[in-house]
């Protein structure tokens, strides 16, 4: 292996980042213009990479630490997505089997524990409380199939000892003023964020409460990463950082840089936001304030109605492609929100007049085996890299996992990390990439009335 990688491809965020487009302009951050000498460097400013800062400000007393974004704080997929930070697997087990149990248990605990970090920031940082509300999750039903779910899924709950609460169509229509869901289930311990202002006082809060030892800079993609004897030198278009070890918080760009080479599938997923409701349209909407569903199939439609500093307005996420190119392009993001007006017509059929004003796409990124790029991949280089879809709560823990290993500190979040596989090898590119769309497209058929 060479001292040397060069990243072979930038992030591209396609269509604006309507979540941070909503609320009040957020400090920005200076380009790095010169060379700087770090004991640390953090590379990505989404949920692992401000998490990392985060943990490694709090166990670290001089130590300097950097963090360079390739784009700006909140407009990458940390501030794209729907903002459900979760605290129960998707999958539970299946059976009352008692090893099962207790991995969803453990997995349970330790989500619990990014959602508690997210909570302490917001406290810590005065965060605005609908950056971070805890008003739990509705998985909604729309047809036999996703009745079938929630019920096998609300057994899984009693064996865990979880609460849930079971709501008719009637009790789905009162809170999201829908007659669309047949049925629902409430799951009280998700985190609502609104990602672009969560992020952003994240990145705030991390750089006011620390000084000189902590700096962001935005505009800045690592370009090159070298070894240089005991430390590493990280190149950017415009300058250069010399640092003792690395948190990788990319995501998938952990490939664009040969860690884990055909291993990662780059997956998007597309998103549009209406305009703000008007007080009529409000009237003819009806139901609660704000709310959140996910569909019980996952190939279905997520959709939030949200209310805060710009008003009420719905946003509704649907569709999945595999881009192992890692770009989609603005009119793809187009076509897809024909999909999110039919599933908004089809839900909201009062307001037919409402109109999107932000559409959008977003980076995931996923292993065939579900597990996580993480751990020492070159000498002092951690990934945090991985979260398999769920970010929000995985990508935190990541961070924080990822400090804890650099630092040796004891940590349940390593030892749980450490448990996996490694991800595993993706078949080669023209048939994983017909393969996987194939299936996507097949799934989506069948989600049917779900999307
Ligand atoms: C529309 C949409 C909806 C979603 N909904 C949810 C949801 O409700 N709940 C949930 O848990 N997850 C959701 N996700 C997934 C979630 O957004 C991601 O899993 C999460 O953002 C991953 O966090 P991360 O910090 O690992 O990576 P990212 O958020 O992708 O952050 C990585 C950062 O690294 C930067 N970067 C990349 N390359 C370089 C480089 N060379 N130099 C410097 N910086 C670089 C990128 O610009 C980026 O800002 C959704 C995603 C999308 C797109």
């Given at each position: 292996m060479s001292n040397t990688r060069v990243a072979k491809r930038l992030p591209r965020d396609p269509g604006p980042p309507a979540w941070r487009s909503i609320i009040p302009e957020q400090p920005r951050y200076p380009k790095l213009e010169n060379k700087i000498i770090t004991d640390w460097l953090i590379v990505g400013g989404g949920f692992a990479g401000l998490s990392a800062a985060r943990r490694l400000c709090q166990i670290t007393n001089t130590d300097k630490i950097a963090l360079i974004e390739a784009s700006e704080i909140a407009a990458g997929p940390a501030g794209r997505n729907s903002g459900f930070m979760i605290d129960l697997p998707h999958e539970l087990g299946s059976g009352s089997y008692q090893d099962k149990i207790e991995v969803d248990q453990k997995h349970i605990k330790l989500n619990r524990q990014a959602l508690q970090f997210a909570k302490d920031a917001a406290e810590e940082y005065s965060m605005p409380t609908e950056a971070v509300e805890p008003s739990g999750r509705i998985n909604g039903a729309v047809n036999i199939n996703g009745e079938k779910h929630n019920k096998e899924y609300a057994q899984h709950l009693d064996q865990l000892g979880e609460q849930y609460k079971n709501l008719s169509s009637f009790e789905m229509e009162k809170i999201?003023?829908?007659?669309?869901?047949k049925s629902g289930l409430f799951l009280p311990g998700c985190l609502m964020l609104q990602p672009a202002l969560y992020i952003s006082k994240l990145a705030n809060g991390i750089s006011q409460s620390n000084g000189n030892k902590f700096s962001i800079y935005e505009?800045?993609?690592?370009i090159e990463i070298k070894k240089n004897n005991d430390s590493w030198e990280i190149k950017t278009p415009t300058g250069s950082v010399i640092a003792k070890k690395i948190i990788m918080a990319v995501n998938g760009h952990a490939e664009s840089f040969g860690f884990f080479e055909k291993r990662l599938m780059h997956v998007f997923t597309y998103a549009s936001m209406t305009k703000k409701l008007t007080k009529d349209q409000l009237t003819k909407l009806g139901g609660e304030k704000k709310w959140g569903v996910t569909p019980s199939n996952p190939m279905g439609s997520t959709v939030r109605k949200i209310t805060g500093i710009n008003g009420d307005r719905i946003v509704i996420r649907n569709r999945w492609t595999f881009d192992p190119s890692m770009e989609v392009s603005e009119q793809r993001v187009s076509k897809f929100g024909n999909d999110q007006d039919k599933s908004f017509n089809d839900r909201?059929?009062?307001?037919?007049d409402v109109e999107m004003e932000y559409r959008w796409a977003g980076r995931l990124c996923l292993s065939l085996n579900s597990v996580p790029a993480f751990g020492e991949v070159d000498k002092n280089i951690f990934s945090a890299c991985c979260q398999n879809g769920i970010g929000t709560a995985k990508g935190t823990l990541a961070g924080i996992g990822a400090v804890d290993l650099a630092t040796n500190t004891d940590s349940a979040i390593v030892n749980d990390m450490k448990s996996y596989d490694a991800p595993k090898k993706l078949p080669p590119k023209p048939i994983s990439y017909l393969g996987a769309n194939a299936i996507i497209k097949w799934r989506e058929l069948k989600a049917g009335k779900e999307l």
């Amino acid at each position: 292996m060479s001292n040397t990688r060069v990243a072979k491809r930038l992030p591209r965020d396609p269509g604006p980042p309507a979540w941070r487009s909503i609320i009040p302009e957020q400090p920005r951050y200076p380009k790095l213009e010169n060379k700087i000498i770090t004991d640390w460097l953090i590379v990505g400013g989404g949920f692992a990479g401000l998490s990392a800062a985060r943990r490694l400000c709090q166990i670290t007393n001089t130590d300097k630490i950097a963090l360079i974004e390739a784009s700006e704080i909140a407009a990458g997929p940390a501030g794209r997505n729907s903002g459900f930070m979760i605290d129960l697997p998707h999958e539970l087990g299946s059976g009352s089997y008692q090893d099962k149990i207790e991995v969803d248990q453990k997995h349970i605990k330790l989500n619990r524990q990014a959602l508690q970090f997210a909570k302490d920031a917001a406290e810590e940082y005065s965060m605005p409380t609908e950056a971070v509300e805890p008003s739990g999750r509705i998985n909604g039903a729309v047809n036999i199939n996703g009745e079938k779910h929630n019920k096998e899924y609300a057994q899984h709950l009693d064996q865990l000892g979880e609460q849930y609460k079971n709501l008719s169509s009637f009790e789905m229509e009162k809170i999201t003023g829908s007659t669309f869901y047949k049925s629902g289930l409430f799951l009280p311990g998700c985190l609502m964020l609104q990602p672009a202002l969560y992020i952003s006082k994240l990145a705030n809060g991390i750089s006011q409460s620390n000084g000189n030892k902590f700096s962001i800079y935005e505009h800045s993609p690592a370009i090159e990463i070298k070894k240089n004897n005991d430390s590493w030198e990280i190149k950017t278009p415009t300058g250069s950082v010399i640092a003792k070890k690395i948190i990788m918080a990319v995501n998938g760009h952990a490939e664009s840089f040969g860690f884990f080479e055909k291993r990662l599938m780059h997956v998007f997923t597309y998103a549009s936001m209406t305009k703000k409701l008007t007080k009529d349209q409000l009237t003819k909407l009806g139901g609660e304030k704000k709310w959140g569903v996910t569909p019980s199939n996952p190939m279905g439609s997520t959709v939030r109605k949200i209310t805060g500093i710009n008003g009420d307005r719905i946003v509704i996420r649907n569709r999945w492609t595999f881009d192992p190119s890692m770009e989609v392009s603005e009119q793809r993001v187009s076509k897809f929100g024909n999909d999110q007006d039919k599933s908004f017509n089809d839900r909201f059929p009062m307001l037919l007049d409402v109109e999107m004003e932000y559409r959008w796409a977003g980076r995931l990124c996923l292993s065939l085996n579900s597990v996580p790029a993480f751990g020492e991949v070159d000498k002092n280089i951690f990934s945090a890299c991985c979260q398999n879809g769920i970010g929000t709560a995985k990508g935190t823990l990541a961070g924080i996992g990822a400090v804890d290993l650099a630092t040796n500190t004891d940590s349940a979040i390593v030892n749980d990390m450490k448990s996996y596989d490694a991800p595993k090898k993706l078949p080669p590119k023209p048939i994983s990439y017909l393969g996987a769309n194939a299936i996507i497209k097949w799934r989506e058929l069948k989600a049917g009335k779900e999307l």
